[in-house]
Every structure is written in structure tokens, then in C-alpha cells.
């Protein structure tokens, strides 16, 4: 008897011929995106116009941000929990993580830059720049798809116009023996969607609904395009967020980079179309980043599932 294949995400193609704007391509992409999402919560997209080049000089660039002494590294804050620097958590003792806002703004990555580096790092800011122009381009493809499936345009519309970027630097230091190889506990994110990418260090761990945890294959232009908590409750519950987590498995550090978009100043309402007989409203029209803080406090950290017990019907 043959063994079963190791079972794995969809792979979705996003090169040019399926980025034609209503073409055949486009709209059977489209089809593909919405159901792997439906049934996974997060699917691998492999984006050509991301090239090893821009692969290899943004893990350069990473390298170089955590190369920096930690008093340095501490000075990214943020108002909002977990988007500034973060490390030497007990839970997570192996993990790192610095935050770039608006990181799609030359504003936002020059104030990132000027603070870790005084005297300027030309290389750093133009790369992450780079970096983030061409994830927020596979960002607002797919939800373009999205919403054009699920007949949303005008909402998703104004939720772009309001979107927020931010982009996380994120290293694991490599287990000493007797050291727990959990590099981040499972969890969904509290982002609206989020594209992952690693080096080549694997460790990035997938919950399938069937309750498997697969692992997926680190490779330069591929990533994994995941729905956070704010997309359920934007699709009245149709996409489900994945469950993830990293396991560190041999001795190697470990890098990654997370690009994660949030919702400002506007409230997220599930659009009138999600909402029949059939599919009750089940969200509350909600803040996105008072989302993110209720996720602290005592309410939200008890809560199985925060965006349900912080507005679900
Ligand atoms: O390091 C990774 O691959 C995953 C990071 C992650 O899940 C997160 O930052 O939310
Ligand atoms: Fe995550």
C-alpha cells in the first residue's frame, strides 16, 4: 500500500498572466483564492515578480537591523501592543521582533530608519520600501479577488482606502539543548490579512481544520497569505482565520518577516451583501486597533476566540 502524500496548503500561481484584471486567469485565480481561503484560512502564494534578489536583500537588511545592540533595538515603541519591538518574553524566549508602520510611507520608513540608525541607512529604508510596495501589491490582489467574488467592491474599497501597513522584522535565536523549541505559541493573527515569509530556516507551523499541524517549506518567492481575526468578522464569519505557530527544530536562528495590514479610523462592518437568511449577522461593526487592545486585557486574553467575545453578535 502506497502512503498518503504529506498533506499540504494549496499552492495559488500569481504570476502576470493571472494578474490580467478580469481576464480567464484571473477570474479562475480569483475562484481558487476565495476557496482555499474558505477552507484553509490561508493558502502558499508563489509571486514571480518577487525576485531572489529582492529575497536575498531584504533578510540582508534584516540581518543587519537585529545586529544592533538591544538598546537600540528597544527604542521602536508603538502605541499599539506588539507592533514596536518585542523580545525576551519568557513564553517566547527564542523570539525578536521589530515593527515598521505605515511601512508602505516613505515617512514611516524613514522615521523607523533615523531612529535605529541615526545617521541614516539608505540601504535599509529603500529595501523595506521595496519590500513592503510589492507585498501590498499581492495584498490588494488578492482581496481585490476576494471582494470581487464575494460581490463586496464598494466595501473592500473603503477599507483600502484606510488600510495601514506594518511590517515585522522577526528572528528566532537558534534552542540551546535544554530550551523549549517553541518559537511562537499558536495563535490567529489580529491583522485583517497578513503575508509570511521565511528564510530559509523552516519552522512555520499550520493548524488544518482536521486538527494537523503541517509545517511549510521556506522558498524564496513564495509566501503564505493568511486571513487575520478582522477578515472573519469583515466576511461575516465565511473566512476563518488559520491557527499557526513556529517550532524551531534544529540549532539554526531563524528569520522571518511578517506584513500584516489594519484597518484605521474607519469602523469594519460586514458588508449588506454577506447578510441573508441563511447567514445571520453574526459581527458588529467594530474599531480594528481598540480590537487589538481589548486583545490585552484581562477579558481578551481569557477569551477562546477575542474578536467573537469582543464583537460578535
Ligand atoms: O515567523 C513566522 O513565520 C510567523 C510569525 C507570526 O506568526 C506572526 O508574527 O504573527
Ligand atoms: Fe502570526
Given at each position: 500500500m502506497g502512503s498518503l502524500p504529506n498533506p499540504t496548503l494549496p499552492t495559488i500561481d500569481f504570476s502576470e498572466k493571472n494578474l490580467?484584471?478580469?481576464s480567464t486567469c484571473w477570474i479562475s485565480t480569483s475562484k481558487d483564492v476565495v476557496r482555499a481561503l474558505e477552507d484553509y484560512g490561508c493558502f502558499i502564494a508563489t509571486f514571480t515578480k518577487f525576485s531572489s534578489e529582492m529575497h536575498e536583500s531584504i533578510f540582508r537588511a534584516s540581518e543587519e537591523l537585529f545586529d544592533l545592540p538591544t538598546d537600540v533595538k528597544i527604542l521602536n515603541t508603538s502605541t499599539t501592543p506588539s507592533h514596536g519591538y518585542v523580545g525576551q518574553v519568557p513564553i517566547i524566549p527564542l523570539y525578536e521582533g521589530l515593527g515598521i508602520e505605515n511601512a508602505l510611507t516613505l515617512q514611516g520608513a524613514k522615521k523607523f530608519t533615523n531612529l535605529l540608525w541615526p545617521s541614516g541607512n539608505d540601504y535599509f529604508c529603500d529595501t523595506a520600501m521595496e519590500y513592503s510596495k510589492i507585498m501590498a501589491e499581492l495584498d490588494q490582489v488578492v482581496m481585490r479577488m476576494v471582494s470581487q467574488v464575494y460581490g463586496v467592491e464598494k466595501s473592500y474599497e473603503s477599507l483600502l482606502k484606510s488600510t495601514s501597513y506594518l511590517l515585522k522584522f522577526i528572528k528566532y535565536r537558534g534552542p540551546e539543548s535544554d530550551e523549549t523549541s517553541l518559537g511562537i505559541v499558536p495563535h490567529t493573527d489580529k491583522s485583517f490579512m497578513s503575508i509570511l515569509h521565511q528564510r530559509q530556516v523552516k519552522g512555520l507551523e499550520i493548524k488544518l481544520k482536521n486538527g494537523e499541524w503541517i509545517a511549510i517549506d521556506p522558498l524564496p518567492s513564495t509566501f503564505v497569505v493568511m486571513a487575520g481575526d478582522a477578515c472573519m468578522a469583515w466576511t461575516n464569519g465565511r473566512i476563518e482565520p488559520s491557527q499557526h505557530r513556529v517550532m524551531m527544530k534544529g540549532r539554526e536562528e531563524r528569520y522571518s518577516l511578517g506584513f500584516f495590514t489594519f484597518i484605521k479610523d474607519v469602523l469594519i462592518q460586514v458588508p449588506e451583501?454577506?447578510?441573508?437568511d441563511d447567514h445571520p449577522m453574526q459581527f458588529k461593526p467594530f474599531d480594528h486597533y481598540k480590537y487589538i487592545h481589548f486583545i490585552y486585557t484581562d477579558e481578551g486574553k481569557r477569551s477562546k476566540s477575542p474578536i467573537k467575545a469582543y464583537c460578535g453578535v
Open positions: 490580467e484584471s478580469g451583501e454577506l447578510v441573508d
